[in-house]
């Protein structure tokens, strides 16, 4: 079927779905705020999942289809792709041998895609589950330092600019957040079912920061001691189960637990109640203080601290 016999095809489905077809000259003067264009818009939209309004102005997505144009929805996106002479006479070859198999290069495509698709699932399940704990920490970080921003800032433009915001606008930003808020979970939820590498230690770092990870391993290290770091209160539970560390730092603002919750936990637990733990935090150490006899935790060390901080600490090892 020719590009012209598509256009016509087009043009009859929505001459049959009423939709009057327009000149680029009506279209410029569109009247957004009447009755009949308003009609139009929520046709369009219903139709293509897509916005025919941004800022203020009709998109161009909508100018096409209202001229008659296919539009493509968001779950279907056009690939092209631009290749020279050479590679097309490649092709033609190719497919001349293989004619059974492919007779275009958007099959390739198609088929690649499922391939990578395919392929990336299988790869990723085991690289994350060879990863160890340098590798999850930094993953972590790269995954929820873009993530904390983009539901930070839809936050505030919800909590905070609601009633300056076109709906459209509003939604679109509600959706996000709401986005973000599953993303985040999903991605904790991969991140405490990743198996690390299990390595007998002496201290179990508690902590979501990846650069106090690295600071505090690097510190202890020096002073002739092994520690071993974990993103979240999960993570640390199932370290817990597999090893039984001379102490455990725990930060209190995690991404899944409390710290206070945590060390309960720990406190609770007939096998590992005798493990002393430190709380590390940056929350004021009066505030901290008023939790100490309910958490049971042997002390606590305050953000930012000063290495000699730890002194007390070494007592233990």
Not at 202 to 209: C, F, S
Not at 263 to 272: C, E, H, N, P, Y
Not at 276 to 297: C, N, Y
């Amino acid at each position: 079927m020719s590009g012209q016999e598509i256009q016509e095809n087009n043009h009859k489905d929505k001459e049959n779905n009423n939709v009057p077809l327009m000149t680029d000259g009506e279209i410029e003067n569109l009247d957004i705020s009447s009755q009949k264009v308003k009609k139009l818009m929520e046709k369009y939209q219903k139709e293509t999942d897509k916005y025919a309004v941004w800022r203020g102005n009709i998109t161009e997505a909508f100018k096409r289809w209202l001229k008659g144009e296919k539009i493509y929805d968001r779950d279907k996106e056009r690939i092209s792709l631009y290749v020279s002479e050479d590679t097309k006479d490649d092709w033609q070859t190719f497919i001349n041998h293989n004619k059974e198999t492919y007779n275009t290069i958007s099959k390739l495509i198609r088929d690649s895609v499922d391939y990578f698709i395919q392929e990336k699932s299988s790869i990723l399940s085991n690289g994350l589950n060879k990863l160890d704990n340098e590798a999850l920490a930094n993953l972590s970080h790269a995954l929820k330092e873009p993530l904390t921003s983009i539901k930070g800032f839809s936050q505030l433009l919800l909590e905070n600019y609601q009633s300056e915001l076109d709906e459209n606008i509003l939604t679109t930003i509600q959706n996000i957040f709401d986005q973000s808020l599953l993303l985040e979970n999903r991605i904790i939820n991969i991140l405490d079912n990743i198996k690390t590498e299990t390595t007998q230690y002496d201290i179990l770092l508690i902590e979501d920061d990846l650069a106090t990870i690295r600071l505090l391993t690097s510190y202890f290290e020096s002073k002739g001691y092994s520690c071993q770091g974990v993103v979240s209160g999960t993570k640390a539970i199932e370290e817990l189960r597999n090893n039984i560390p001379k102490l455990i730092l725990l930060d209190i603002i995690l991404p899944d637990y409390s710290g206070y919750e945590i060390s309960k936990m720990i406190k609770s637990d007939g096998k590992l109640k005798n493990i002393p733990i430190f709380l590390l935090t940056a929350i004021p150490g009066s505030e901290v203080k008023k939790h100490l006899e309910e958490t049971m935790a042997d002390g606590f060390i305050l953000k930012p601290f000063d290495f000699s901080d730890f002194e007390i600490i070494f007592q233990y090892l």
